[in-house]
Nanobody, 125 residues
Framework: VQLQASGGGLVQDGGSLRLSCAAS????????MAWFRQVPGKEREFVAA????????FYTDAVKGRFTISRDNAKITMYLQMNSLKPEDTAVYYC???????????????????WGQGTEVTVSS
């Protein structure tokens, strides 16, 4: 499966954005997925994960209550609704396919593949 993230942009502190992760291939519907983010000079970090059916989700504490991960398997697309954005949310956001199976815990990049080009989010103060 190939993934392409989009929807990033420049937004003010407290604003909102919705990111999309479009997939190619029907196998998208079979996989758990996740969003990660990365700032220059730092490792890519886990943001949120979702089961293949969409009925299970998990978030890093930093975004809990502000971000919502979802998916539409009919459109083979995953989303990340980001509200109450903060300057520390500034990063390039990537979507990845889970190759190990959904877990309710922080995950590392080695457990995901099919990273596509990310989408840049900049939150100004």
């Amino acid at each position: 499966v190939q993934l392409q993230a989009s929807g990033g942009g420049l937004v003010q502190d407290g604003g909102s954005l919705r990111l999309s992760c479009a997939a190619s291939g029907s196998t998208f519907r079979s996989y758990d997925m996740a969003w990660f983010r990365q700032v220059p000079g730092k490792e890519r970090e886990f943001v949120a994960a979702i089961t293949w059916s969409g009925d299970g989700t998990f978030y890093t504490d930093a975004v809990k209550g502000r971000f919502t991960i979802s998916r539409d398997n009919a459109k083979i697309t995953m989303y990340l609704q980001m509200n109450s954005l903060k300057p520390e949310d500034t990063a390039v956001y990537y979507c990845g396919r889970d190759i190990m199976g959904f877990r309710r815990k922080m995950r590392g990049i080695s457990e995901y593949d099919s990273w596509g080009q990310g989408t840049e989010v900049t939150v100004s103060s």
